[in-house]
Nanobody, 124 residues
Framework: QVQLVESGGGLVQAGDSLRLSCAASGRTFSAYAMGWFRQAPGKERELVAAISWSGSGTYYSDSVKGRFTISRDNAKNEVYLQMNSLTPEDTAVYYC?????????????????WGQGTQVTVSS
């Protein structure tokens, strides 16, 4: 089992950047694929980006492709989401999630481990 703690959220203006971090407990972090999800008020939780165990495989939703970058440091048990050119539509609670597999999945139900979330608010 792994425990996840997100950080780095905040209030920014449109066009700004933020870097989210997710710290994971446990000695087998490298055996877990990771995902960043977000949930805006009144909307379903959606996958924003995902990364395989080695970092060689990544996925981005169409809404963030070219603006967000997911990365991981297995030595530090951390995964990151660099968010550039933020817009008010990016406002949401962002969650880090993991699954015990080398490969990510696009289905939110395939991630059994979740952090508590961090709020990102982008003002226009």
């Amino acid at each position: 089992q792994v425990q996840l703690v997100e950080s780095g959220g905040g209030l920014v203006q449109a066009g700004d950047s933020l870097r989210l971090s997710c710290a994971a407990s446990g000695r087998t972090f490298s055996a877990y694929a990771m995902g960043w999800f977000r949930q805006a008020p009144g909307k379903e939780r959606e996958l924003v980006a995902a990364i395989s165990w080695s970092g060689s495989g990544t996925y981005y939703s169409d809404s963030v492709k070219g603006r967000f970058t997911i990365s991981r440091d297995n030595a530090k048990n951390e995964v990151y989401l660099q968010m550039n050119s933020l817009t008010p539509e990016d406002t949401a609670v962002y969650y880090c999630a993991s699954r015990r597999s080398y490969y990510y999945h696009l289905d939110v139900g395939e991630y059994p481990y979740w952090g508590q979330g961090t709020q990102v608010t982008v003002s226009s």
